[in-house]
């Protein structure tokens, strides 16, 4: 128990001291409308209020801003990409998106969705991610730059936050052990009722634990999509 208690001292100390909270990395979002060939300002004008709502999440520990909105007729559904993605085709993925691509940035792709199963409750989004040997992200760019959410999703301001949170290192509560989830500080059936990280329509905010927890990642993992780094 001495060794556990140790061991999650020395982890929060070293994300405070490594990062601190005045390096604010910035990093730049491109969305981009599949299966569009034409502006649909009904869809475009959901883009500014998920990026002030995700900016407020992250309470100021990562600052997001939009660079660019393109549009691309090839189309695709969230779940059968998702399909995809799981069997690690890339070239499937990236014959859909290598002509409108950006690198140096998180590229959101936005995709019609269904429901698989006929509820009517249809995946909102997804985002590939690595599970080890995360200092190879940059070796990687662009495939796991991405991230896959629905036009409904858009809508729902809450599913840009939670794939955000995947990118950036997080897992789901209920994937999590007991001592991550202390570590966490999801240590409450209040607290893991409206962390980001669940499914759960209470959701609303990150705890101060996950906050640091990204932003070092930010800075150790995905240093080359900075853009840059306020003091």
């Known amino acids: 128990?001495?060794?556990?208690?140790?061991?999650?001292?020395?982890?929060?100390?070293?994300?405070?001291?490594?990062?601190?909270?005045?390096?604010?990395?910035?990093?730049?979002?491109?969305?981009?409308?599949?299966?569009?060939?034409?502006?649909?300002?009904?869809?475009?004008?959901?883009?500014?209020?998920?990026?002030?709502?995700?900016?407020?999440?992250?309470?100021?520990?990562?600052?997001?801003?939009?660079?660019?909105?393109?549009?691309?007729?090839?189309?695709?559904?969230?779940?059968?990409?998702?399909?995809?993605?799981?069997?690690?085709?890339?070239?499937?993925?990236?014959?859909?998106?290598?002509?409108?691509?950006k690198v140096g940035?998180?590229?959101?792709?936005?995709?019609?969705t269904y429901s698989v199963d006929g509820s009517g409750r249809a995946m909102m989004g997804f985002t590939p991610v690595l599970s080890r040997k995360r200092h190879t992200y940059v070796h990687n760019s662009p495939y796991f730059d991405r991230m896959f959410i629905s036009y409904p999703g858009l809508r729902d301001k809450s599913t840009i936050v939670h794939e955000m949170g995947h990118f950036l290192g997080?897992?789901?509560?209920?994937?999590?052990?007991?001592?991550?989830l202390e570590l966490m500080g999801i240590t409450s059936e209040?607290?893991?009722?409206?962390?980001?990280?669940?499914?759960?329509?209470?959701?609303s905010s990150f705890t101060q634990e996950q906050l640091e927890r990204m932003q070092h990642f930010a800075i150790e993992f995905r240093s080359y999509l900075i853009d840059r780094i306020i003091q």
């Open 1 to 101: 128990m001495k060794i556990i208690l140790l061991s999650v001292i020395f982890y929060l100390t070293f994300i405070q001291s490594s990062v601190g909270q005045r390096q604010i990395p910035v990093i730049g979002i491109n969305f981009y409308l599949m299966g569009m060939e034409t502006v649909d300002e009904s869809i475009t004008k959901h883009i500014g209020p998920n990026m002030d709502y995700l900016n407020a999440a992250f309470e100021g520990r990562i600052l997001f801003e939009l660079n660019e909105i393109f549009m691309n007729d090839n189309k695709a559904f969230i779940p059968d990409l998702h399909k995809i993605a799981r069997s690690k085709d890339k070239s499937r993925i990236n014959s859909l998106v290598a002509e409108v691509e």
């Open 105 to 112: 940035a998180i590229n959101i792709y936005l995709f019609d």
């Open 170 to 180: 997080l897992d789901h509560p209920w994937e999590m052990s007991h001592i991550n």
């Open 190 to 203: 209040e607290v893991y009722d409206t962390n980001h990280m669940t499914y759960s329509t209470n959701a």
